[in-house]
């Protein structure tokens, strides 16, 4: 996995003018399941290296913003740019945004059936870039360790999130995407996970955090943004999150 900021990169032909871009950024996203509009004009850049705690309410757009930026087909992107690295990821299909290095890990973690630990590991690695070596996630997850030649599918919820998590940093990408990844987990499990999001924070990987568990999210992320039926109706440091008290019960109900 290259975390390193990259000298000498110049914006591709075609990038927007700005004389030092983001990283990541998006502007004016707008997508659509069939007629129902979900995602309606958000924007937002993320550093390199930074955390960003995606959240709000059950149904406010969180899933499918992620998913617009991973270039899924649903919800479908009708208008708006997304940029990672100086590469225009709304031109993208989503093998293609995945092979610039954008990893999801959806909620329902899609472990694949009849495929042992590592064999799950290799399916993603064959498209290649490489990221993190075998020896190397067996050292960060020595749960995936002990159950390497298991079926992918028998594991615990706990040990196929890790596995899900695994099976992104195997590739070398640019961008994690998390959606829900405490998801239904027992909280000790929850504090696994919890740890390996910090390691990978702490290797400088840019990523987006989609939690309902929001005090969890807030204290790993550097910046919350948060989404209303559809919309951004904040973007600011976690720390504002946390402070404020009306802003989390109208937004977040908590
Ligand atoms: N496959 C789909 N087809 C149509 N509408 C969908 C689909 N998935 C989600 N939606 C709708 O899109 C909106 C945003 O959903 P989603 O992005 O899943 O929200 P969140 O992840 O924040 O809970 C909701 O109104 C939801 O009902
Ligand atoms: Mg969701």
Redesign the pocket.
């Known amino acids: 996995m290259n975390t390193a900021p990259q000298p000498g990169t110049t914006p591709a032909r075609g990038a927007h003018a700005d004389s030092d871009p983001a990283f990541f950024s998006c502007r004016e996203m707008n997508s659509y ?2 007629e ?1 509009y ?2 309606q004009d958000v924007g937002f850049e993320i550093r390199q290296g930074e955390i960003i705690a995606l959240l ?10 992620l ?1 617009t930026i991973a270039r899924l087909d ?2 479908q992107l009708k208008h708006g740019e997304i940029w990672l690295d100086h590469k225009s990821l709304h031109d993208m299909k989503a093998h293609e945004a995945a092979q610039h290095g954008v990893a999801l890990v959806p909620e329902d973690r899609r472990i694949i059936a009849g495929l042992t630990v590592e064999e799950n590991l290799k399916l993603a690695q064959i498209e290649g870039p490489i990221g993190w070596s075998f020896e190397r996630i067996y050292e960060h997850f020595p749960r995936l360790a002990e159950r390497r030649r298991q079926e992918g599918v028998t594991l615990s919820g706990g040990e196929q999130q890790m596995l899900a998590v695994a099976r992104a940093l195997a590739r070398d990408i640019k961008l994690l995407l998390l ?1 829900e990844p405490y998801e239904g987990l027992a909280p000790v499990i929850v504090q696994e996970i919890e740890a390996i999001v910090a390691e990978i924070k702490a290797l400088g990987m840019t990523t987006i955090i ?1 939690e309902q568990n929001v005090v969890a999210a807030l204290e790993l992320a550097d910046r919350a943004i948060i ?1 209303d039926m ?1 919309q951004i109706v904040f973007n600011g440091s976690a720390k504002d999150v946390m402070e404020n008290a009306e802003l989390r019960q109208e937004y977040l109900a908590i």
């Open positions: 399941y069939g129902s979900v995602v709000g309410r059950n149904g406010a757009g969180k899933t499918s913003t998913r649903d919800p959606d989609v989404l559809g």
